[in-house]
């Protein structure tokens, strides 16, 4: 399949890990991306989180700001957290007129139960509201680490029917993936993927340069592997927790790891509010490897 749909660099063979890279944020960081705007790549896709605490309207205030700033929104849709058909109708129609939102991420959300009609992803791909609004590419969740509430193999069969109900729909699939520390994690998943005849396109989550108290924590509450072994391959040490870690070694493994097995793929960046030191991070890995 040709990945110029997901980014128009994608398949340039002679391209870095850094190269058409996206970044997140939440609703609440607008001031933030102002600030880092001048080091992020035009165009760069930015992608708006849907955490609790935030109101629909902020939502949208972000996606219309990552536009205006010349960078392409990618908005998050939380299944459990939508309140109403009606609700998420309203909401794709704000993001897609006053935002020109053309991306989604979509993922089942923390809570226990469904605040509304959508109890997981796939209802929401299968609702027919995306394409009615216009969304072409719609991003799932991947899980390199494991889920803490499915098994290995019924995350990749939840992936397939995300995929073939994406594809179904005339929009096209990618898998973005949580965040990890582990570059063997993260390889041999993918190998795998590759191996279950699953082709789409994968963004991979590197955690962006922060405290390493902050590192941890994100992980503690997304799930994410943080044993003192994969801790200390990634260069942080469990009994020293002064100081920031950037993913220098994990993005260097990567790109020595893969393969052409393993399909391109491109890098998606979690700032953990940190979005200035992100760009510069990655400017700098750029100016290192080009």
Same mark, same amino acid.
């Given at each position: 399949?040709?990945?110029?749909? @997901?980014?128009?660099?994608?398949?340039?063979?002679?391209?870095?890990?850094?190269?058409?890279?996206? $970044?997140?944020?939440?609703?609440?960081?607008?001031?933030?991306?102002?600030?880092?705007?001048?080091?992020?790549?035009?165009?760069?896709?930015?992608?708006?989180?849907?955490?609790?605490?935030?109101?629909?309207?902020? &939502?949208?205030?972000?996606?219309?700001?990552? &536009?205006? /700033?010349?960078?392409?929104?990618?908005?998050?849709?939380?299944? &459990? &957290?939508?309140? =109403?058909?009606?609700?998420?109708?309203?909401?794709?129609?704000?993001?897609?007129?006053?935002?020109?939102?053309?991306?989604?991420? @979509?993922?089942?959300?923390?809570?226990?139960?469904?605040?509304?009609?959508?109890?997981?992803? $796939?209802?929401?791909?299968? =609702?027919?509201?995306?394409?009615?609004?216009? @969304?072409?590419?719609?991003?799932?969740?991947?899980?390199?680490?494991?889920?803490?509430?499915?098994?290995?193999?019924?995350?990749?069969?939840?992936?397939?029917?995300?995929?073939?109900?994406?594809?179904?729909?005339?929009?096209?699939? $990618?898998?973005?993936?949580?965040?990890?520390?582990? *570059?063997?994690?993260?390889?041999?998943? $993918?190998?795998?993927?590759? *191996?279950?005849?699953?082709?789409?396109?994968?963004?991979?989550?590197?955690?962006?340069?922060?405290?390493?108290?902050?590192?941890?924590?994100?992980?503690?509450?997304?799930?994410?592997?943080?044993?003192?072994?994969?801790?200390?391959?990634?260069?942080?040490?469990?009994?020293?927790? @002064?100081?920031?870690?950037?993913?220098?070694?994990?993005?260097?493994? /990567?790109?020595?790891?893969?393969?052409?097995?393993?399909?391109?793929?491109? /890098?998606?960046?979690?700032?953990?509010?940190?979005?200035?030191?992100?760009?510069?991070?990655?400017?700098?890995?750029?100016?290192?490897? =080009?």
């Amino acid at each position: 399949m040709s990945y110029a749909a @997901i980014h128009p660099n994608w398949e340039n063979p002679a391209a870095n890990m850094v190269d058409g890279y996206s $970044l997140e944020m939440t609703a609440k960081e607008i001031e933030g991306l102002k600030e880092a705007a001048p080091l992020i790549r035009p165009n760069t896709q930015v992608a708006v989180t849907f955490l609790p605490g935030e109101e629909l309207s902020q &939502r949208v205030e972000a996606a219309i700001q990552v &536009r205006a /700033l010349g960078f392409e929104p990618i908005v998050h849709l939380s299944a &459990r &957290r939508i309140e =109403s058909e009606e609700q998420l109708d309203w909401y794709l129609g704000e993001i897609t007129q006053k935002a020109g939102v053309k991306r989604v991420f @979509i993922i089942a959300g923390d809570p226990p139960e469904a605040e509304g009609p959508y109890e997981n992803s $796939l209802q929401i791909i299968e =609702s027919g509201l995306l394409e009615k609004h216009g @969304i072409t590419i719609v991003g799932v969740g991947g899980h390199p680490e494991g889920h803490p509430n499915n098994s290995g193999e019924e995350l990749w069969v939840w992936m397939q029917k995300k995929i073939d109900a994406v594809r179904a729909h005339g929009m096209t699939p $990618l898998v973005v993936t949580q965040f990890a520390f582990d *570059d063997d994690a993260i390889v041999e998943w $993918l190998a795998e993927m590759r *191996d279950r005849g699953i082709d789409v396109p994968v963004r991979l989550g590197v955690p962006g340069p922060a405290g390493i108290k902050r590192l941890l924590g994100f992980a503690k509450r997304c799930g994410v592997g943080a044993s003192a072994s994969v801790m200390k391959k990634y260069g942080i040490s469990i009994t020293n927790l @002064i100081g920031s870690a950037g993913p220098d070694k994990l993005v260097g493994n /990567l790109e020595k790891k893969l393969t052409e097995r393993h399909g391109r793929v491109r /890098l998606h960046f979690y700032p953990f509010g940190a979005l200035t030191a992100s760009a510069e991070w990655i400017n700098g890995y750029d100016a290192k490897h =080009s």
